[in-house]
């Protein structure tokens, strides 16, 4: 059974980085297409990038677009969001989601999708 551990969150300044690990047991990551999902106090769970397994395309919200990348490490069955140029509102918990190729085909990502997460780890950005 596939399990999913969340790393690498903490607090970071603005315009810092942080690099993001979902590592999985129990089955091999790169079969699954994989989603990552930030939740902030009071709103609701929203999906900011997505790597597919069928063809390794990658998907980014807006927001993320341009600062965020998403990347495997089938070595070592990870996956990482490397996050830069941080910004307060990217404070949030952020989830990682494994799920089918369908779940990586329509944007904005569903969480109901995906049936794997992570327990998550905090981003806090702040001065």
């Known amino acids: 059974q596939l399990q999913l551990v969340d790393s690498g969150g903490g607090l970071v300044q603005p315009g810092g980085s942080l690099r993001l690990s979902c590592a999985a047991s129990g089955a091999t990551l790169n079969y699954y297409s994989i989603g990552w999902f930030r939740q902030a106090p009071g709103k609701e769970r929203e999906g900011v990038s997505s790597i597919s397994s069928s063809d390794g395309s990658t998907w980014y919200a807006d927001s993320v677009k341009g600062r965020f990348t998403i990347s495997r490490d089938n070595a070592k069955n990870t996956v990482h969001l490397q996050m830069n140029s941080l910004k307060s509102e990217d404070t949030a918990v952020y989830y990682c989601?494994?799920?089918?190729?369908?779940?990586?085909?329509?944007?904005?990502?569903?969480?109901?999708?995906?049936?794997?997460w992570g327990q998550g780890t905090q981003v806090t950005v702040s001065s």
């Open positions: 989601a494994a799920g089918g190729v369908m779940s990586t085909m329509f944007f904005p990502l569903s969480p109901d999708a995906f049936g794997s």
